[in-house]
């Protein structure tokens, strides 16, 4: 059993900035790849941005120089420092996961519950 915990999500004027913050916990020995995904009402669920464990990263081009993912591998957690927030960006951010139970590479994909991120004046 594997738990992905969102926050830091809220409310925020255009070109202001949120930090969003995802920890797992649970029966971990790695996680391969962490990412952020968006899901905008009347639109699918779309990649945001992904890290790799060794600290690979990919963006989509429609956030690509505004936000920014990073990991903290120890404590098995994801941010997104999102700035210069556009109206467009406003959507339910969901946090994924591929975790690995041991070294024998079994394991599953998870995701958290979601966090509403919302850009209005």
């Known amino acids: 059993q594997v738990q992905l915990v969102e926050s830091g999500g809220g409310l925020v004027q255009p070109g202001g900035s949120l930090r969003l913050s995802c920890a797992a916990s649970g029966s971990i020995f790695s996680i391969y790849v962490m990412g952020w995904y968006r899901q905008a009402p009347g639109k699918q669920r779309e990649l945001v941005a992904a890290i790799t464990y060794g600290g690979n990263t990919n963006y989509a081009d429609s956030v690509k120089g505004r936000f920014t993912i990073s990991r903290d591998n120890a404590k098995n957690t994801v941010y997104l420092q999102m700035n210069s927030l556009q109206l467009e960006d406003t959507a339910v951010y969901y946090c994924?996961?591929?975790?690995?139970?041991?070294?024998?590479?079994?394991?599953?994909?998870?995701w958290g519950q979601g966090t509403q991120v919302t850009v209005s004046s």
């Open positions: 994924n996961a591929d975790v690995a139970y041991s070294s024998d590479y079994d394991g599953a994909d998870y």
